[in-house]
């Protein structure tokens, strides 16, 4: 089966249901701030672990109009009170719509609160990614599910994930023997592998029934073979049809050949 052609019906077996956001899309509320002077730009493997991972997602809900993704902008979740504002690094929110594309998240507004939500450590916010925000997302936001994830390869490896139940407890999930965590509300696993290379963790996505989600690379390079062996088969196609049409001329060279022969002897006869 073509691979392209079996991802995207695994996509669509395997994309989530989910209700419809109460609100509507709101690019921006004036008075709230969408911008922090203080805050500093995603570098190493911080920033090539919220990158990637960002656009896997992106690519993976494009199909859906009803899904939107959010990387690293703020999320106002108590109307008339900015001081109840989040940043994190990757969050989905089921049920509403993808575009237009927001300068600051306003939950009270969308009708909807982040379904999932990612954060990626680092040496300034790991204390309170694992701490206070688990409260903050969890309980105080309504998130369903929040994950950690250590990128850095020279630190500890930390990959932890916890979710909210339905009476509204906070349960830790547990990994699997692979070590992948499962998101329930995304219907997808989660687990990294070491990039030696690029000194990277990378957390990556896969779907139920264990199938990868590419990166924009990986797919580039799958197109890069994929158009290869065509090539490679069209040439050999060419050289048999060649070779072919070669034995064919010189077969029907021998029969002339045969038949002149004949008719020298005949007539000698």
């Known amino acids: 089966m073509h691979t392209a052609t079996d991802f995207a019906r695994k996509q669509k077996k395997y994309m989530p249901v989910f209700p419809k956001a109460t609100g509507k899309p709101t690019v921006y509320i004036e008075g709230y701030p969408y911008e922090d002077d203080t805050s500093m730009p995603a570098i190493g493997s911080h920033g090539e672990q919220l990158n990637i991972f960002y656009e896997q997602l992106s690519r993976y809900y494009a199909i859906h109009p009803e899904i939107y993704v959010g990387v690293d902008n703020f999320i106002y979740y108590r109307d008339g009170d900015m001081t109840k504002v989040v940043a ?71 990959f932890r994930g916890w979710r909210r139940s ?33 000194d990277v963790r990378l957390l990556r996505p896969y779907l139920e029934d264990g199938t990868p989600i590419t990166t924009s690379m990986e797919e580039h390079q799958l197109r890069v073979n994929a158009e290869a062996l065509a090539k490679s088969a069209e040439v050999r196609a060419e050289s048999a049809e060649t070779l072919a049409a070669s034995e064919a001329q010189q077969r029907r060279e021998l029969e002339a050949e045969l038949e002149r022969l004949r008719r020298q002897l005949a007539s000698r006869g």
Request: proline fraction near 6%.
């Open 166 to 198: 339905v009476s509204g407890d906070i349960v830790a999930l547990a990994p699997d023997a692979e070590g992948k965590l499962f998101s329930a509300s995304l219907n997808l696993y989660f687990r990294w592998e070491a990039r030696v290379e690029s």
């Open 88 to 158: 994190p690094d990757v969050y989905v929110v089921l049920g509403t719509k993808k575009y237009p594309l927001r300068r600051s998240f306003y939950t009270w507004s969308e009708g909807a609160v982040p379904t999932t939500v990612f954060e990626f450590l680092s040496s300034t916010t790991a204390g309170a990614d694992r701490e206070g925000k688990v409260e903050i997302y969890l309980r105080e936001m309504g998130v369903q599910e929040y994950f950690i994830h250590q990128p850095d390869l020279g630190s500890p490896s930390e």
